[in-house]
């Protein structure tokens, strides 16, 4: 079975700087996608970004990049220019292709500070 | 957009109440997933259903069921609550078709059992 890694409970970083999200990974699979998701204080769970494992090219979307490491099975997630809107949990999740199931790390709370 | 409702936020019941949390999607996704969600542990899944009448048990379905009378709704049911059930609960919908892999999920119901 697959399990998702989460290393970092609770993390902090100042208004305007960067901050990296750690997540690692295990399965025998080859083909399959990863996710980053953001669950804002009592509101809905929204997709960050995705990454295809058959995809070398790292996933970017505006101010938020992985660092997606196959062979090491790490997934990190980079904040760029941190806004107070970024505070939230953030959960890193793995799925097979054409799978139902979706595993999900434990979640590393951000919070940005003024 | 996607739109995934719960049936309610914030619920409280008292040991040994039926419960009954609602979910429903509005873009014809196949896909329904019910998660519960607990400090430290992430997102675990309880059941999913795949179509119309059709669910498979996931990792932690001991003591609920689900319903999936049309595709649009899902409704997992604690038929007696116990104190160890109070969680989030998360709904989630996916399609099948296309790259659509991204879960999009509800605001989630806060249950409390006494």
């Known amino acids: 079975a697959q399990t998702v890694t989460q290393s970092q409970p609770e993390m902090s970083v100042q208004e305007a700087e960067t901050v990296t999200l750690s997540c690692t990974y295990d399965?025998?699979?080859?083909?399959?996608?990863l996710f980053w998701y953001k669950q804002p204080p009592s509101r809905q769970m929204i997709l960050v970004i995705r990454q295809e494992a058959y995809k070398q090219q790292n996933a970017t979307e505006n101010r938020f990049s992985v660092n997606f490491q196959k062979a090491a099975k790490s997934f990190s997630l980079k904040i760029s220019d941190s806004q107070l809107g970024d505070t939230a949990m953030y959960f890193c999740a793995f799925m097979k292709l054409f799978n139902n199931d979706m595993r999900f790390g434990a979640g590393t709370r951000l919070t940005v500070k003024p | 957009d996607v739109k995934v409702t719960q049936s309610s936020r914030y619920l409280v019941k008292r040991t040994g109440e039926k419960v009954f949390l609602e979910c429903v999607q509005d873009?014809?996704?196949?896909?329904m997933f019910w998660y519960r969600q607990d400090p430290g542990l992430g997102l675990r899944l309880i059941y999913f259903s795949y179509d119309v009448k059709m669910k498979e048990k996931g990792d932690i379905p001991e003591g609920y069921s689900v319903s999936r009378e049309k595709k649009e709704r899902f409704s997992l049911i604690l038929e007696s609550a116990s104190t160890n059930q109070t969680s989030m609960y998360l709904c989630?919908?996916?399609?099948?078709?296309?790259?659509?892999?991204?879960?999009?999920f509800g605001p989630g119901t806060r249950l409390l059992v006494l």
């Open positions: 873009m014809d996704h196949e896909n």
């Open positions: 989630a919908s996916r399609s099948l078709t296309g790259a659509q892999e991204t879960q999009y």
């Open positions: 399965t025998s699979e080859n083909n399959y996608y």
